[in-house]
């Protein structure tokens, strides 16, 4: 009889990317956002003949984790496509969102009620960003006979031991300003953090 080979995808940042959230709807709009990630790694890894064991139920997008679990053998070939969708998700759903308010919102009203069109030609590159760098993604797949328990720790030594500095292409000191995760009038006008106004922005 075979031993069971388990396999963690996770994602991050998660906490920071809830934390944004101002309002209800923010949170709600974020949370939804964070379950549609998972389900796309879900179905991803169905189509790699993989059994998803958490989420108990994978078809439902609402409330997902966003740790998924999955049993059976997999290649790294296999996990880099399920990675690859879940980048690509990603990038359709910002991409989405980018198109919508250039094609929808034409103007915008200053403090002195006068009309100015937006400039969208400015804020490409921070949208570029946003869909570049925006995750991490952490995949560890166990030996066979081994633990879901024994998986899930190594994925979570492999995102504990990681060597970077959290991304930061705003300048910013601390995220708390959350304006690089606001689309906004003229974003991206200034590139120099030191002449940036975050409490105007």
Wanted: charge should be neutral; aromatic fraction near 12%.
């Amino acid at each position: 009889m075979n031993e069971p080979v388990y396999t963690v995808i996770t994602f991050a940042p998660v906490q920071g990317f809830i934390e944004k959230s101002r309002k209800l709807r923010d949170l709600y709009g974020s949370s939804y956002i964070l379950s549609f990630l998972s389900w796309v790694i879900c179905q991803a890894a169905e189509k790699q003949k993989l059994e998803v064991v958490s989420p108990a139920l994978p078809n439902i997008t609402q409330g997902m984790p966003n740790q998924i679990i999955l049993k059976g053998n997999t290649s790294r070939e296999n996990l880099q496509l399920i990675q690859h969708q879940f980048y690509q998700a990603w990038r359709l759903l910002t991409e989405s969102c980018q198109d919508w308010i250039e094609n929808n919102i034409r103007t915008w009203i200053d403090s002195k009620k006068e009309t100015h069109l937006w400039n969208y030609s400015i804020w490409k590159r921070d949208w570029e960003l946003w869909k570049n760098h925006a995750w991490e993604y952490f995949d560890a797949s166990g030996k066979p006979g081994e633990s879901i328990t024994q998986v899930r720790e190594r994925i979570n030594q492999i995102k504990a031991s990681r060597d970077w500095t959290g991304i930061n292409w705003q300048g910013e000191s601390s995220t708390l300003s959350g304006t690089d995760a606001i689309a906004y009038p003229d974003l991206g006008r200034i590139a120099d953090p030191r002449r940036y106004n975050y409490q105007e922005e």
